[in-house]
C-alpha cells in the first residue's frame, strides 16, 4: 500500500504494480489523465475525498478546510496592505480608529475557522449561510463580533459593499460552487478591498474568481484584489500534514491490518472511496465524468 | 448630622437650625431659592456634588453614574420597541438577523457601563471620546463587540446616522454638555431611532435634548425618540440606595467621629464640599452663579 | 399562494377563493371560527406552527422563540425599575452593589437567548432543565454567570424565593405548559419581583399566569409583577420580520416551485403544516380540538 | 551581601561578619532574639518586607501575597473534601448542581489572586472591598462569576452565612489584620465550611484565625474548617522562587554594583528597607517594637 | 423498589425478599460473591452502571464522570505542593512566572471537564483524544489556554515529557483502558510531577496505576506522583449524591409508577440495566464473567 | 503652520519660510542635513516624536507603535509560510494540531498589542517584561492563552529556541534598543523560525536586525527569517493616518489657536516638541547628535 498526500506523477504511476493500493488524494473528475493511467495500472485507488464518516461528512477533507479556513483570513490581514495593492488598512484597527469589516460566505467549516481567525484579529465580523441551527450553534461559540446574517441576495450584496475583506467559504462536496457574488457587485465594493475566494477549486462564489499560485496570488479585477491560490494549505506543509495524517491514520492502519477488502467491507464510508479498482471504475462522479462504465466495488465476503 | 440623598423640601429646610451639618445632594447653582434658604438657616451645606477625591474626581457623583449609564442601554432597548414608538428592533438581533448599532458619546463611567450592558445585550457598539489613553484601556477591557472610535464632528455625524440608539455620555463636572449632536443630523438618521441622554441635567449632548419624567419619558423630534428622565437612578432605588451609600459611609464616618471643621481640615476634597458654611458661601461655583460673595470655609485649626 | 405572518382575518377570509394555498400561523386548536371558515373556503391551510424539520423540531416556531427568549430579559429589566412598580433595582448591580437574580425555567431555545441576555446584563443567572445532555451544553457554551440546576419541585421552589426575576421559558410544542410555579410560591418570593412568563399562549408554567398585551402588559398577584403579553415578538417587528422569512422563504421556494402536493410529498415536515385541504381536516390536532373527522392530506403521487 | 529567601538562622548568625549586607525576609518585629542577635552582628539586615516603590507599594511582598491568594482557592477546594472534614461539595459544582459560594474578604493583591481561581474553579465568587475604584477596576477584568459586594458588617454577616469558602485576604501592610469576622459569625455558617485567611501572620481578620503548619493544617471551631498555614508559598518554593527573583534581583544587582549606601542613597524606598545598621536600629517599627532607639540610616553622600 | 448509590451490602442483602426491585450501582463483574447472592436472593438488580440512553451513552455514569474530571485538576493542584511530595509548584505560576503544563488524555467526559478545572487555574492544558470532531467542538467552546493534539504514541511520550500533571481520562465502557502510559516513560518526567488516573477502577491508563484511597491517596514510582483513589466523588459526597439523582429520578419515577417490566418494556435502554432478574442472569457481562448462563429478561407484554 | 507625516523633502525646506510652524515627525538625531537645513531655515520645527504627555509618556508615537504591534504579529504569520521561506506552519494551528508558540519581547505598548493579535490567532505566547505591575495588569486583560514571563537572560534563551515567531518590542524613547537575542542563539533556534523586530529604527533587539523595506522585507540569517521594516505603519496607510491624525489634532487646534509659543508656555509637553526654533538648536538630543549649541525655547510669558 502506498499512502501519500498529492496524486500519484507520472513517473511515479509507470511504476504502479496491479493490484497495489494508492491512498491519496486523486481528484480524478479533474484529471482524465490520470483516470485512465490508474485504470490501466490495475491498481486500486482510494481517493481520500469521497472517503465519508458516518454523518456523511468528508473526514479526509475537512483537516484541509481548516487550514484553509483560518489561512483566508490572514492572508486577506495581509493582502489589505498597500505595498499588496490593498486598501492599506489593518484587519483590527487600533484604539481610537475603526477595524475592518469582514464578510465570510458560508459557515461550514472553511467559514467558522476564517470567522474565527478574524475575529481574533479584532476585525467586525459577518457570517452568512442558509441553514439556522448552524446560525444558532455559531451564535453560541463565536467570539461577541462575529455576527450571524442570514444569506440571502440582498444581504449579500449588502454586506460586500461594506466590506474590506470578503472570503468566499462555499464548498458543496462535488458540486460547483455556487456564484453569489456576481462581477456587478465589485463596481459597489471600496477601491483596493480584498477577496479570498477558499473554493477556487470548485470554480469559487465570485464570478471573477480565477485559479491563482503561491507564487503569483493575486490579481486585481475591477479594482478589487482576488486571492484565489488553489492550494492555500501547502503553504504551512507542515501544520497540513500533521492534521491530514491525524485523520488518514485511523484509516492507513485499518487497510494495513485488515486488506483494503475486509476494511472497505466493514466500513460503507471507506468503500465510498474506492474510486478504481483493478481496471475498474467504481466511483459515480469518475465515471459520469469521462462516460466510463460504473461497476461495484468488490469488497471482501460480498 | 443630616445625612439624605435629595436636597432639602420647604418644609425641612424650616426646621433646620443654625449650625447644624446638612450632608446631601444640593446642586445649588440650579436652584436660588434653596441657596438663599440654606444661607439663611445658618446650616452648613456640604454637598455631595462637589466632594473631590485626591484624584480630583466626584467620588459622590460616580456612582450614580453607573447606575445611569447601566439604566441607559437598558432604557434605549425597551424604547425601541414598536409599541414604545421606537423602530421595533430588538437589540441584540437574533442568530440569522444582525443586532442593533449603538454609539455611545463618552467613554467616562457613564459610557463605560453603558457600553458594557449594551454590548452584553448583543449589540454592536462603538463608544466615542478623544482621550486616547481611556481608548486603550477600554480596548483592554470591553468585550469584542464594542469597537473604540476617536470623537471628532465627521465621526459622530457618520455613526449617529447608523446608530439605532445613541446615548449621550458627555458629562463635565459643573459644566454645560458640549453640543456634539445638533439638530440638523436628526434628519440622517433613521426613524425611530432612540436617542437616550444621560448627561440630560446638564443641558445634554444634543441639540434636541430636554428633561422628561418616569412617568412621561419620552418625546419625538424629527422622527427620533428621545429619553431625557433626569433622575435616571431614582427609578432603581434599592441599587442606586446601596451605591451611594457605599461611597458617602465613609465621609459620614469621618463628620461624624471628628466633626466637619477637623475632618475637612484633614481632607481637603471633603472642604471642598462645604458649599455655603453658617451664611457664608463657600464654594466658587455657588458664588459665581447667583453673584455672591465668595468666603474661605473656616477648618478647624486654621 | 398567500405568504402572511398573522392568520387570516374576517375580511380577507372572504375573499380567499377555493384552492387557494394560505402558508401563515393558523394556531386552530385555539380558534373554532376561523378553523370553520377555513374549511367551508375550500383553501389550503398551511400552517408555520406545524411545520417539522428532521430532527422533529419545529423550524419556524423557533425564530419567534429566540426573539421572545431574548426580550424576556430586557422586559424583565425594566418592570423590576421602581415606576414600573417593580422592586426598584438594577438587573447588573454596580461595582459594589451585587446584581439581580434571575430564575430561567427551561433550557430550550426560548431559556437559552433569555439566559444570555440577563447575564450580558450582568445579573446572576440560574437556568433550570431537566435534560442533562442539554445542561451539559449550555454548561460549554453560556458566561460564567449562568449556572445550570436541575428542575424539580424542590428547587424551582427555592430559586423562586430568591429571585428578583423569573423567566418562564417552558414550552411544549403542542402541549400546554405543565404548572412549575403554584400561586403558594409567590408569597415567598420578594415584594416587586417579577415573572416574564413566555409560554403564556400555551397557559404558562406559573398558576398566575394570565395572557395581557403591550399596551397594557403586566399586572399584580401577591406583591408579585406579572408579564404575560401574548405576542412579544410583535413589539420588535423588523427584528422577527426578518427571522421569520429566513425561516420561511426556503418553503415557500419550494411551494412556489413545485407546488404545494409535491412540495409536502418530498418533505413529510412540511406534509405536516398541512392542517386543511379544501374542506378537508388533515391535522389530528385540529381534528381533536373541535370533534372534526381527520382526513389524510393528498400529496402528488399519493 | 548574603541574598536569602528567610531569616538567618542562629548557626548562620554566628558567621555573620559585621559589615556583611543581608538582604532577605526579617519580619523583625515579630522575633526579638533575631533582632538583637543582628544588631550584635554588626552586619546590615535589609528586609524584604519594607522595601517600598515609587507608588507606596511593597514590591518585594507583592509576589508571594501572588502566590498566596491563588493557592487559597485551591486549598480551600481541597478541604470542602469529606475526607478532609470538608462539607462534601465540589467548588465548581456540575452541569445541574449549583457551584460551591466563596466570599472573598479584601480586593487586594491577595483577594484578586483568590477570587480569580476560585472563579476559574466555576464557583459563585464574591469579593469585597471598601475602596470604590478598586471595585471598578476589579469589576471590568474580573470574570463574569465574580461581583463585588462593598465591604461593611452587614454584608460580611450576611454573605459570610451563605458562603461555603471565606477567604480572609486583607493584609495591612505592618498592622494587625482588623477581624472582620467575629467568632459568633460561625454558629450561622454551614457546617463544614472552611476558612482560608491568608493574613494569619498579621493576626487574621477572622477571630478564631490562628496560625498552623503544611504538616498540619486544619483545625475545626464551631463545625468551621480553619486553615492557618503561616508559610503558603512555601508549598509551592520553585513558583515562589522563581516570582521573588524576579523582584529582588533588579534590587541584588543595584547593591552589588553600587554598594549599598550609594543604592539606598539613590532609591529612598530601598532606604526604607534598612532595618539594621552595623548595631543601629534604622526602622521606626522594630524600633518600637522592643522600644529601641531609633537611628536614621547613613548613606552615601549623607 | 430499593433505591441506593453503593452495592448492597452483606448484612442488607440478607434482608432483600424475592422480586424485590434493587436500583443502584452492582459493578456486578469485579465481585463473584455479590454476583452469588443477589441471583440467589431473587430480586431483580438493575445497575446504573449499563442503563444507555438513546445515543448510546451511560446517563447514569456521565454525572460521576463530570465529577470525577473536575476533582482530578484540583487533586493533581493540591499534590504538586512540595510537603505532598509533588515538584513545588503552583499550577497557574502568577504574573512573571510560567504556568505548569498538564496533559489530559481523553477528550470525553472526564477529559473536558479535567481540562476545563485546569485552564481556569490558569495552566497551560493540551487535551488529547483521537476523535477529529470531538477536538473540533472542544476548540470551540474551550478557554484558549487549552489546545487540542491528536493522540498518538508519539504526541503522548512528548507532551508526557514536559507535563507537570497528567490526567488520564480514557475510560471505555465496559473495557480496560488502554495502557497508553508505559512506565518507560515516566524515567523522561520531571521528578516530582503528578499522574492522576481517573479511570483507575478499568485499570488505568498507565501502566503503574494502581488503586489507593481518600485515605491513602498516594505513591510515588520512578519519582512520579501517582493519584489512583477509586472513588474520587466520594470525597464530594453532597455534590455527587445530587449529580446522581437528577440523572437516576426520572428513571426512578417511571419503575415506580409503570413497574419495572412495563417501564423496561417501554425503555430498551433501561432494559440493559437490568443484570439479574429473580434467579437468572441477564446481563451480558455478568454471565460472561462467571461463565454463567445469559437469559433474556422478562419484561411486560414480551 | 504646515502639519505633515514625514519629515520636509530637499525640495519642501527650500520653500519653507522664516518663522513658518512645521509640526510633523523629523527624528533629526539620525539626519544631519535635515537638521541644518531647518536651522538655517528659519522655521519652527515641533517634532511629533519628542512632544510628551504629563506621564512622561510620548503620545504621538504611540499610535505608531499601536499599528506597528499589531501588524507585527500577522507578519510573522505570513512569512512562517514556506513559500515566504518560512517554517512552513500556521500561526494558529487547526483541532488537534498544536499552535505556534510566539515570543513577545517586551509588554510595553508594541508589546501587547503583538501579544493581543497574535492570541487572536490562536498561538501559544509568552510575553516577556521586566516591570512586575505591568505583568500583572497584563495577566489581568490579556486572553488566556497569554503567559506572562520574567525577562532576563536565561528566559529570553530558553523561550526563543522554543519559539516559532519571536517579536521584539523593546522600544525605548530616545535609546537604542538593549540587545536582547544575541547572533549565538539563532543556531538554537527552529530552521525558519521569523524574527519581526519592531525597534529596528532604533538599532532592534536582536544582534542580527537590520532594516528592511515593504518591497524587500526579510532575510535569512543561521536560517532564521528576520523581518525588519523600518516603516510597518506605512503599509496600512489609512489605518495610521486616523490613528496619527486623532493624537495631533488637539495639539494642532492649540498650536492654531494660541499661536505656538503661547501653547507651548501652557504645555511643557509640547515645549519639549520644539526641536528648532528660528536658527536655534533648542533640544538636547539634537544638539548633543552633532554637537551644537543647546539653548532654551523662547515661550510666551517667559
Redesign the interface.
Known amino acids: 500500500m502506498i499512502v501519500k498526500v498529492k496524486e500519484p506523477q507520472a513517473e511515479e504511476i509507470a511504476r504502479i504494480r496491479p493490484g497495489r493500493v494508492i491512498f491519496t488524494y486523486f481528484h480524478f473528475a479533474a484529471d482524465q489523465a490520470l483516470t485512465e493511467a490508474m485504470v490501466e495500472s490495475g491498481a486500486v485507488a482510494i481517493a481520500y475525498e469521497t472517503v465519508t464518516d458516518r454523518g456523511g461528512k468528508l473526514?479526509l477533507l475537512?483537516?484541509m478546510s481548516?487550514?484553509a479556513g483560518?489561512?483566508s483570513a490572514?492572508?486577506g490581514?495581509?493582502y489589505?496592505?498597500?505595498?499588496?495593492q490593498g486598501?492599506?488598512?489593518?484587519?483590527?484597527?487600533?484604539?481610537?480608529?475603526?477595524?475592518a469589516s469582514v464578510l465570510v460566505l458560508g459557515g461550514g467549516v472553511v467559514g467558522t475557522?476564517a470567522a474565527?481567525?478574524a475575529?481574533?484579529?479584532?476585525a467586525?465580523v459577518?457570517i452568512m449561510d442558509?441553514d439556522?441551527d448552524r446560525?444558532?450553534y455559531?451564535?453560541?461559540?463565536m467570539?461577541?463580533?462575529v455576527?450571524?446574517?442570514?444569506s440571502?441576495a440582498h444581504s449579500i450584496r449588502k454586506y460586500t459593499a461594506e466590506a474590506d475583506l470578503v472570503i468566499g467559504a462555499v464548498l458543496i462536496p462535488g458540486a460547483r460552487c455556487p456564484v453569489l457574488v456576481p462581477r456587478s457587485y465589485l463596481a459597489e465594493m471600496k477601491p483596493g478591498a480584498v477577496i479570498v475566494d477558499v473554493g477556487v477549486d470548485q470554480g469559487g462564489c465570485c464570478e471573477t474568481t480565477r485559479p491563482t499560485t503561491?507564487?503569483d496570488p493575486i490579481y486585481v479585477v475591477d479594482g478589487v484584489l482576488h486571492y484565489g491560490v488553489t492550494n492555500m494549505p501547502?503553504?504551512?506543509?507542515?501544520?497540513?500534514t500533521?492534521?491530514l495524517t491525524?485523520?488518514t491514520?485511523?484509516y492507513v492502519l485499518r487497510l494495513a491490518n485488515l486488506g483494503y477488502r475486509r476494511a472497505a467491507a466493514a466500513d460503507p464510508g471507506l468503500a465510498l472511496g474506492i474510486n478504481i479498482q483493478e481496471g475498474r471504475v467504481t466511483h459515480p462522479g469518475v465515471a459520469r465524468a469521462f462516460g466510463l462504465k460504473l461497476e461495484t466495488p468488490r469488497l471482501a465476503g460480498a
Chains 1, 2, 3, 4, 5, 6 share one sequence.
Open positions: 473526514p475537512t483537516p481548516e487550514v483560518r489561512m490572514q492572508e490581514a495581509k489589505l496592505e498597500r505595498p499588496m486598501r492599506g488598512i489593518l484587519l483590527g484597527g487600533v484604539p481610537g480608529v475603526e477595524p475557522n474565527k481567525i475575529a481574533g484579529l479584532g467586525r459577518v442558509v439556522g446560525m444558532r455559531l451564535s453560541d461559540v467570539p461577541a463580533n455576527h450571524t446574517v442570514h440571502d503561491h507564487s501547502g503553504a504551512v506543509g507542515r501544520t497540513s500533521f492534521a491525524n485523520a491514520l485511523p
